[in-house]
T-cell receptor
Framework: DAGVIQSPRHEVTEMGQEVTLRCKPI?????LFWYRQTMMRGLELLIY????????DSGMPEDRFSAKMPNASFSTLKIQPSEPRDSAVYFC???????????????FGPGTRLLVL | AQTVTQSQPEMSVQEAETVTLSCTYD???????LFWYKQPPSRQMILVIR??????QNATENRFSVNFQKAAKSFSLKISDSQLGDTAMYFC???????????FGKGTRLHILP
């Protein structure tokens, strides 16, 4: 079975540009999570969806960040405009959460390494 | 608020030795889940092992086992017969049954030396 798929794997862009990160969760999983990893802050949960509905976006840093999940097999995380401090590895993860708080294991994608110059 | 603490930022052991990574957590919840994830240099986050708090038996996955002490809020990972491929950052993680938000520790960087 294919795992969580993320694209692109690497992205280099200039400050002010729009960045779109993409994620395809594991087929059949109904929860999707976006994380950001930096040396300073470690792994941070940005937002998560259950059945395509955003459940908690309290981790989204600011209005420059937005996430969508138009269907069960696709999600995007957009940064507009991007800034150098957004440079990080962005992970997408998915799980089969039969109910909220079910303790289901999250499976991670390979990550997108973003560098904003 | 729940917290996860990994007190060992970095460790090194010789190949074939046994190593234990420490993790403590703080919560007022009674039902929760604990995980160890491995992040090798490739940056991929890989689930190593999972423990449900209501289970008294310690989880085991081949060379990986945990020592879960619920009263002490401790969840250590033991790697037996360590291999070069075990070199990675290891994250301890906590999940309540209130929502699906995993809380990660800061990680322990483990080096397996030949």
């Amino acid at each position: 079975d294919a795992g969580v798929i993320q694209s692109p794997r690497h992205e280099v862009t200039e400050m002010g540009q729009e960045v779109t990160l993409r994620c395809k969760p594991i087929s059949g999983h109904n929860s999707l999570f976006w994380y950001r990893q930096t040396m300073m802050r470690g792994l941070e949960l940005l937002i998560y969806f259950n059945n395509n509905v955003p459940i908690d976006d309290s981790g989204m840093p600011e209005d420059r960040f937005s996430a969508k999940m138009p269907n069960a097999s696709f999600s995007t995380l957009k940064i507009q405009p991007s800034e150098p401090r957004d440079s990080a590895v962005y992970f997408c993860a998915s799980s089969l959460a039969l109910l909220v708080g079910g303790g289901e294991t999250q499976y991670f994608g390979p990550g997108t390494r973003l560098l904003v110059l | 608020a729940q917290t996860v603490t990994q007190s060992q930022p970095e460790m090194s052991v010789q190949e074939a030795e046994t190593v234990t990574l420490s993790c403590t957590y703080d919560t007022s919840e009674n039902n929760y889940y604990l995980f160890w994830y491995k992040q090798p240099p490739s940056r991929q986050m890989i689930l190593v092992i999972r423990q449900e708090a209501y289970k008294q038996q310690n989880a085991t996955e081949n060379r990986f086992s945990v020592n879960f002490q619920k009263a002490a809020k401790s969840f250590s990972l033991k790697i037996s017969d360590s291999q070069l491929g075990d070199t990675a950052m290891y994250f301890c993680a906590f999940l309540t049954n209130r929502d699906d938000k995993i809380i990660f520790g800061k990680g322990t960087r483990l080096h397996i030396l030949p």
